[in-house]
């Protein structure tokens, strides 16, 4: 806690300086492939050390605290009372440097240097899709929550430094899906001439409703979108549907295939209101083997406990384009956007196996290029596979080219959606 205030007191004597935590001991971490240790690396220069579990901490690091973790343990690591004991004492202790990390990471979103364009995610699997399909922005992870003490801390802060350290460049910030109001105004007092977007690619929550109903009420120039065409009609938001770069596409594109389909992907959100996904493709899965015998050799899919276990972006993009057929299901609900794999399929030309009902109000939707699982005669399905669906117009592909968002040839506005 005392490192914590020191930190804040440094922040508030020099603002715009960059800073870094220097520890003169030992910092382990947990995990390499969590935020924590992600975001810790921009903000901590010594090397941060692997440890698989609580035992290999031993008990004289934790109890003369010479040692400090990226963040605490998780529950999966805890195996035993001696676990817990250790992780109850890295608390007590406060060897945790998760608190300074997330104090960095929003100090960096204030205050450092940035590009023209920058765009703000806070999950790393959307950082990952952003940074590949829109190369004209600068791709920045944050964290998703923030303690309300850190926003208050730096909310006050800007309204007293904005008239001295005021960035009067322009160029665009886009915000997905924040988890506070103060976010954005604590950024607008300190660069009033950025043209500020909020975009959601989750189902709004009464949370995400709240935050639109203050930005308007305060912050009316703020831009808000949403990739729910449902959400955009009952909250009059900005329609704008997932996007991709067609260069990045183009160089995917080969003349073989090495499966039917491949669909990895978590089997259900936690707020699902939906069939579970794994029982959806039983369903495919049964049909494809009525149709053709040999399929289950060209079937790969799997469901995902865990983002952890979520392999790369451009690595799955590389192996989807592999196959001869997309499958697009609904995570939470059917009103939900559609996901990256179906504008994956538009620029590919691919047909495309949904449960998504509401696609065909899309611009794109064809019969012959879109099979909706639920709605359309499954005695159909073998014509469907067996013929080539219609090439897409390019005034419509245009509206899925993220290479264009946010720019002056960008299309939303211009085309009906």
């Not at 929003?106 to 999950?123: A, D, P, V």
């Not at 600068?138 to 350290?165: A, C, G, M, R, W």
């Not at 607008?188 to 189902?203: S, T």
Request: with cysteine; net charge positive; aromatic share 14%.
């Amino acid at each position: 806690m005392i490192a914590v205030f020191n930190l804040l007191v440094k922040i508030i004597k020099q603002p715009q300086k960059p800073f870094f935590i220097s520890k003169s001991r030992k910092i382990y971490t947990f995990s390499t492939n969590n935020i924590q240790y992600r975001l810790s690396k921009n903000f901590i220069k010594q090397n941060i050390t692997l440890v698989n579990n609580l035992s290999d901490i031993s008990w004289n690091e934790i109890l003369f605290r010479k040692i400090f973790v990226t963040a605490p343990p998780k529950k999966d690591l805890i195996k035993s009372v001696p676990d817990r004991l250790k992780k109850f004492l890295i608390h007590c202790l406060f060897l945790s440097v998760n608190a300074e990390i997330k104090i960095l990471n929003f100090h960096s979103i204030l205050f450092q240097k940035k590009s023209e364009n920058t765009l703000y995610t806070h999950s790393f699997h959307c950082f990952e899709i952003y940074r590949t399909h829109l190369k004209h922005f600068n791709i920045k992870e944050t964290f998703k929550n923030y303690k309300q003490y850190i926003l208050l801390f730096f909310y006050i802060l800007s309204k007293f430094l904005k008239d001295k350290h005021i960035d009067h460049n322009g160029g665009i910030a886009v915000f997905i899906n924040p988890s506070s109001p103060y976010i954005i105004y604590s950024f607008l007092n300190l660069h009033p001439n950025k043209r500020i977007i909020v975009r959601y690619h989750d189902m709004l929550t009464k949370k995400d409703i709240k935050t639109i109903l203050s930005l308007r009420k305060r912050k009316p120039q703020v831009e808000i979108e949403t990739y729910s065409r449902k959400d955009a009609l009952d909250y009059s938001l900005k329609y704008r549907p997932n996007g991709v770069d067609p260069t990045f596409m183009k160089s995917l594109n080969k003349d073989f295939r090495t499966a039917i389909y491949r669909f990895y992907g978590a089997s259900g959100g936690s707020r699902s209101l939906i069939q579970n996904r794994t029982e959806i493709l039983h369903q495919i899965n049964e049909k494809l083997f009525q149709i053709y015998p040999l399929a289950p050799s060209w079937i790969d899919y799997k469901t995902i406990a865990s983002v952890d276990h979520f392999i790369p972006y451009a690595v799955f993009a590389q192996q989807s384009a592999l196959c001869e057929i997309y499958v697009d299901l609904a995570r939470t609900q059917i009103f939900e956007g559609f996901s990256f794999r179906i504008v994956e399929a538009l620029f590919l030309n691919r047909k495309i196996l949904s449960n998504r009902t509401n696609i065909t109000n899309e611009a794109f939707y064809h019969p012959s290029r879109v099979f909706i699982l639920g709605k359309d005669n499954p005695e159909k399905l073998k014509y469907f596979l067996e013929n080539d669906p219609p090439s897409i117009p390019k005034n419509i592909l245009k509206i899925y080219d993220s290479s264009l968002w946010w720019t002056d040839k960008d299309p939303l506005g211009q085309a009906k959606l």
